[in-house]
């Protein structure tokens, strides 16, 4: 059973920073593709930022320049860096990681239970 453990949410003023980490149970090169999402009050959940087994990378466009996402394969860790933050980015952020087997045409997914992160004004 895959297990994604958040953390390194919190509290922060608008304009700073936070480092979120995504631990895996397990080795996070099985993984097609992992990436995190948010979700604030009262709204859906969307896309923050997905990275792939290669280490392609792909933004909501609205992050693109200030959120930066990186894995370290032999720490089982996906990381989501984010900068100069704005009080629009309190949410609750969850990690995803997605399986695939080739040619199955199955999709796995895998969620964490997400870290609180609340940007001050």
């Known amino acids: 059973q895959v297990q994604l453990v958040e953390s390194g949410g919190g509290l922060v003023q608008a304009g700073g920073s936070l480092r979120l980490s995504c631990a895996a149970s397990?080795?996070?090169?099985?993984?097609?593709?992992m990436g995190w999402y948010r979700q604030a009050p009262g709204k859906q959940r969307e896309l923050v930022a997905v990275?792939?087994?290669?280490?392609?990378?792909n933004y909501a466009d609205s992050l693109k320049g200030r959120f930066t996402i990186s894995r370290d394969n032999a720490k089982n860790t996906v990381y989501l860096e984010m900068n100069s933050l704005k009080p629009e980015d309190t949410a609750v952020y969850y990690c995803?990681?997605?399986?695939?087997?080739?040619?199955?045409?199955?999709?796995?997914?895998?969620w964490g239970r997400g870290t609180q992160v609340t940007v001050s004004s």
């Open positions: 995803n990681a997605v399986t695939s087997p080739p040619g199955s045409g199955l999709r796995y997914d895998y």
């Open positions: 990275i792939t087994s290669g280490g392609n990378t």
């Open positions: 397990g080795s996070i090169s099985s993984f097609n593709h």
